[in-house]
T-cell receptor, first 115, second 116 residues
Framework: KNQVEQSPQSLIILEGKNCTLQ??????????LRWYKQDTGRGPVSLTI?????NTKSNGRYTATLDADTKQSSLHITASQLSDSASYIC??????????????FGTGTRLTIIP | DAGVTQSPTHLIKTRGQQVTLRCSPK?????VSWYQQALGQGPQFIFQ???????QRGNFPDRFSGHQFPNYSSELNVNALLLGDSALYLC???????????????FGPGTRLTVT
């Protein structure tokens, strides 16, 4: 069964500090891994997408890494801001029999930035 | 260019009733996926529509059905509502890449359904 596990479940840090969120997955056949940011009651917004051959990808203060051998990914947030408070969801895509993709979502890490 | 839009924003129904949720995809997108997100959980895949047909389906009962129109917009219908159907329903649109490769799903703001 395809699964995506994230840790920690929740995290509270001071504004300006850095943090790293973790994602472990068992999804096959692997197609790509995505990180989404979801504000409360809103739809997820894509931060990064990485394929098998990509080790790292950045989007501003967000940097995602991927180790396809250990099936682990991390999302590093630098110099956190109050607006970074949200849930961060790791999503792994598997190629389906139709040639398109099926997404498996993690339950997310709830990040709270305090002033 | 409008992104993915969903209506209504919020909805309250009673057990046993039926509900229809609507989604308009981002301009240029032809594929619509629907997800159910319970409070504190990640989204769960319901089904995906392409060329007006259901292409993939998650582990949801037949009470959940959908439709895609020629203009690529889509509806999600839920019959015989249960309390457990209370959730945020997300619609995501994308462009199908027939030759394979990665495509990005853009999510709408969601419809919050409360069943009492």
């Amino acid at each position: 069964k395809n699964q995506v596990e994230q840790s920690p479940q929740s995290l509270i840090i001071l504004e300006g500090k850095n943090c790293t969120l973790q994602c472990n997955y068992t999804v096959s056949p692997f197609s790509n891994l995505r990180w989404y940011k979801q504000d409360t009651g809103r739809g997820p917004v894509s931060l990064t997408i990485m394929t098998f051959s990509e080790n790292t990808k950045s989007n501003g203060r967000y940097t995602a890494t991927l180790d396809a051998d250990t099936k682990q990914s991390s999302l590093h947030i630098t110099a956190s801001q109050l607006s970074d408070s949200a849930s961060y969801i790791c999503v792994v895509s598997a190629r389906s029999n139709f040639g398109n993709e099926k997404l498996t979502f993690g339950t997310g890490t709830r990040l709270t930035i305090i002033p | 260019d409008a992104g993915v839009t969903q209506s209504p924003t919020h909805l309250i129904k009673t057990r046993g009733q039926q509900v229809t949720l609507r989604c308009s995809p981002k301009s240029g997108h032809d594929t619509v996926s629907w997800y159910q997100q319970a409070l504190g959980q990640g989204p769960q895949f319901i089904f995906q529509y392409y060329e007006e047909e259901e292409r993939q389906r998650g582990n949801f009962p037949d009470r959940f059905s959908g439709h895609q129109f020629p203009n690529y917009s889509s509806e999600l219908n839920v019959n015989a509502l249960l309390l457990g159907d209370s959730a945020l329903y997300l619609c995501a649109s994308s462009m199908t890449v027939l030759a394979g490769g990665s495509y990005e799903q853009y999510f709408g703001p969601g419809t919050r359904l409360t069943v009492t």
